[in-house]
């Protein structure tokens, strides 16, 4: 198996800006050097190739540190999400079964581990006296595995290669056009593909990455008015808070690219920052490809479908898996060499995902007589609410752990600002009395604050079919109801 290079590679631009976190600023010769000493005390503690390291950190110039470490080890990155629960943690690491658990010293991320029996610590401070080290295996290992869900709800870690990734940066450079000057600004947490992408795409382009803990649309204004950001990457919900948070400000001038993605943008909020000179490039993406699959370019017609990424090839099938007809609806396949590996430790739900050499989405879509794709559905179930994947069949199961709960359905209404928000219709248990309130004090013991539904209305049954399946799209709010 041949080498590969390393992501960060210290010998090209050594003295480039790597990444600006606040008051600290690491060239590339430096993250490395830090990347070096992490990778040695990995390698003391007996992580090497094909190991998994699970990562419960923030946005910062210590995960960046140990993504390159793990490439020089030929270990695998499993990026935990901040925002989950001890239960939700756990579950993920029993699944994934890491070497270890590095964290910053985060009580949530050690109740999980002990749960799942994980080894766990705080990540050690560099020590920049380590010598130099390089990836010895070649494109095709594991490089990440990233945890997603379908409408089962159970969490699966979709398995990206460094060969995957590679691609799937390098047909992002040429659809978007990288130049020199490149400078991203990343506020996407690093345990989604997305923000794990730009830290990719400013690694191997040799241009320096802003990196910002999280969303402050204040803050980030002020960054994109400082100059030289030329790309940054939002979901539509940030993109609305950033533009209320700068009135009738244009668009900074040095801009080029606002990559939009996560959830289906509002024409609305497209054409408001069009009209601010908002250079917005809306794009279509998953995790199991690495991000990025189709993208509309700044310019081009707010209702003109999304072109495919270079190397990337697309079909539209129905239900019997024909190839639909053009603008005729079904659901959204796709194949090229960023699409993952399979699921981890899932070889049945790998063939079925991967059949035909195809990635079967499940999302629903169209494609044009020019091959431009249009997305209708994000999955059956499936709704996004501000950019994180929600999951009905989760939520239900929390619900129904309730003692006083006898049936739980969950479903998306349209929010504003969120773009969808769950929502939950339950049965309670004979001659119980359920409070709102209650129930969602119970969802936020055992969830994220993204999935606790939004409301909760009581009934006396649920819609199903003649089999007992749950019927989801008949769950409909009452035109009055009584908000939490």
């Not at 940030?238 to 400000?249: S, T, Y």
């Amino acid at each position: 198996m041949s080498a590969r290079s390393a992501w960060l590679d210290p010998t090209r631009a050594p003295d480039a800006t790597a990444l600006v976190c606040g008051d600290t600023v690491l060239s590339r010769s430096i993250l490395a050097a830090h990347a070096d000493a992490m990778a040695a005390w990995l390698a003391a503690r007996g992580i090497g190739a094909g190991d998994v390291v699970a990562a419960h950190l923030p946005n910062g110039p210590e995960f960046a540190a140990l993504l390159h470490a793990l490439d020089r080890r030929d270990a695998i990155l499993l990026p935990l999400h901040r925002r989950q629960t001890e239960t939700e943690l756990a579950r993920v690491l029993r699944d994934a079964a890491p070497r270890i658990l590095l964290h910053a010293a985060d009580t949530t991320a050690l109740s999980a581990a002990r749960a799942a029996r994980v080894p766990a610590c705080a990540l050690p401070s560099p020590d920049t006296s380590a010598p130099p080290s390089s990836p010895r295996l070649g494109p095709a290992v594991p490089a990440l595995l990233l945890y997603t869900s379908g409408t089962t709800g159970n969490p699966k870690g979709a398995v990206l290669t460094h060969a995957g990734l590679r691609a799937a940066v390098e047909a992002s450079a040429r659809h978007l056009g990288a130049r020199p000057d490149d400078r991203w600004l990343a506020c996407l947490p690093f345990f989604h593909v997305g923000g794990l992408s730009i830290l990719l795409r400013a690694a191997h382009q040799a241009v320096p990455c802003e990196v910002h803990e999280g969303f402050d649309a204040e803050r980030i204004s002020r960054a994109l008015d400082g100059g030289g950001l030329t790309h940054i990457s939002l979901v539509p919900t940030l993109l609305a808070r950033l533009l209320e948070a700068r009135g009738v400000r244009p668009a900074p001038a040095a801009l080029r690219i606002v990559l939009l993605g996560g959830a289906t943008a509002p024409l609305p909020l497209i054409e408001r920052a069009a009209k601010l000179g908002w250079p917005v490039a809306t794009t279509y993406g998953l995790t199991e490809a690495a991000s990025q699959v189709a993208t509309r370019l700044p310019g081009e017609p707010h209702d003109a479908g999304a072109t495919p990424l270079p190397g990337i090839a697309l079909r539209v099938v129905d239900d019997a898996g024909n190839t639909a007809p053009p603008e005729s609806p079904g659901e959204i396949l796709v194949r090229g060499k960023a699409v993952m590996a399979g699921y981890w430790r899932r070889p049945e739900e790998t063939a079925r995902t991967l059949a035909g050499g195809w990635l079967h989405t499940g999302d629903i879509g169209t494609l044009d007589t020019r091959g431009r794709l249009r997305v209708f559905d994000r999955r059956t179930d499936l709704l996004v609410s501000g950019g994180e994947n929600v999951y009905p069949a989760q939520i239900e199961a929390v619900l129904l752990e309730h003692p006083d709960v006898a049936e739980a359905g969950v479903a998306g209404i349209p929010d504003r600002e969120y773009g969808s928000r769950p929502v939950a219709w339950v049965v309670p248990r004979s001659t119980q009395t359920l409070d709102p309130r209650g129930l969602a004090r119970f969802c936020r013991d055992r969830l994220a604050g993204y999935e606790v539904p939004a409301r909760f209305h009581l009934m006396t049954a649920l819609p199903r079919t003649a089999s007992g399946k749950l019927q989801r799209q008949r769950l409909v709010e009452p035109r009055a109801d009584t908000r939490n």
